[in-house]
């Protein structure tokens, strides 16, 4: 008796249109008509002796064997591309996609020119990028990793691989304007009397009608000491960029990462306040799930990074400041 054979086309056809849902979203994930998929279906089904989904009018269903197929489908696929790859990096030229998440802001300013380098490099690699503001599920969603501003904690350590990029702190500015009009604070607590210009994550903001509060925690770069202050002012955003320029056009004083103001600094547009103290827990991080080999193409990349950002090209008086 034969044995009925799949390829590796068949397993990607089924977890398509598993994933998908219907016939017709499989054909547009694998670019053919719908009736290509029709057939190919029918055909693997006959051929295996087994209905893989169960399919009406309207609606489609995965059975006890279509699940089966799907579950070693993945596995199997995985092994073909980590197979693919190996062999690719046997040679000199790297290939392959790199899929990566990062911030807007640090993505835009200082990633991209850094990617577009590496790439340069290797001609045959392609690269891309998504910027967003919440880090996605890495896993389930294909990347390899992501450039992040702050440590991320996961409910399983063991399950992600993090490393330092680069580091970095979040310092407290001002226009000269606003200084000249305020006053320059002459301590941490000082601030609870100016108007700060606060930064929120997620959109969470307060009642209507009530003025913006953060509690900011600074470090002391003589002795390391911590001092908090709870702060407030009337304009907040959760944009970064939005943050900035409001403290450019002088409503307030603001915390924000040197990456971000290093030439507004050098030129003068921004003043320090308090420079002796900075935000902690700043620094720029790699973040990728845990797996048994990372790609050789991801390895060097990492390394890229961490030669590029070596020397904190942010920090005031340093060349090639963007």
């Known amino acids: 008796m034969n044995t009925p054979s ?122 891309e990028l998504v910027l967003t503001e919440q880090l996605p599920d890495l896993g389930a969603a294909s990347y390899d990793g992501a450039v992040w501003l702050w440590a991320v904690q996961q409910p399983r350590a063991a399950d992600w691989v993090t490393r330092r990029i680069a580091r970095n702190q979040r310092v407290l500015a001002a226009a000269p304007a606003y200084l000249e009009r305020r006053g320059m604070p002459a301590t941490v607590e000082a601030l609870a009397s100016h108007d700060c210009l606060v930064a929120r994550e997620n959109g969470d903001s307060h009642a209507s009608g009530q003025r913006q509060h953060a509690l900011w925690s600074l470090r002391q770069a003589r002795d390391g000491g911590t001092a908090r202050v709870r702060v407030q002012g009337p304009l907040a955003s959760n944009s970064g960029e939005m943050v900035r320029d409001w403290c450019l056009a002088g409503h307030g004083v603001m915390l924000r990462s040197l990456w971000d103001i290093a030439p507004q600094l050098a030129s003068g547009e921004l003043v320090r306040v308090l420079p002796q103290y900075a935000m902690p827990e700043a620094d720029i991080h790699w973040v990728a799930p845990w797996r048994p080999k990372t790609p050789r193409r991801v390895r060097l990349l990492i390394d890229h990074l961490v030669e590029q950002f070596r020397g904190e090209p942010w920090k005031p008086g340093k060349t090639g400041t963007r």
């Open 6 to 127: 799949m390829d590796r086309g068949d397993l990607a056809l089924v977890l398509a249109i598993r994933d998908q849902g219907s016939l017709a979203g499989a054909a547009a994930t694998l670019d053919v008509v719908p009736s290509v998929v029709t057939k190919r279906l029918g055909a693997l089904e006959a051929r295996l002796g087994q209905r893989l989904f169960d399919r009406t009018t309207r609606r489609l269903s995965v059975t006890a064997e279509g699940e089966a197929v799907c579950l070693h489908a993945r596995v199997l696929l995985d092994g073909f591309a980590a197979l693919e790859s190996e062999l690719g990096e046997r040679q000199n030229e790297l290939t392959g996609t790199i899929r990566l998440a990062a911030t807007f802001g640090f993505g835009r300013r200082w990633l991209g020119p850094a990617l577009a380098s590496f790439q340069a490099r290797h001609p045959a690699l392609q690269i």
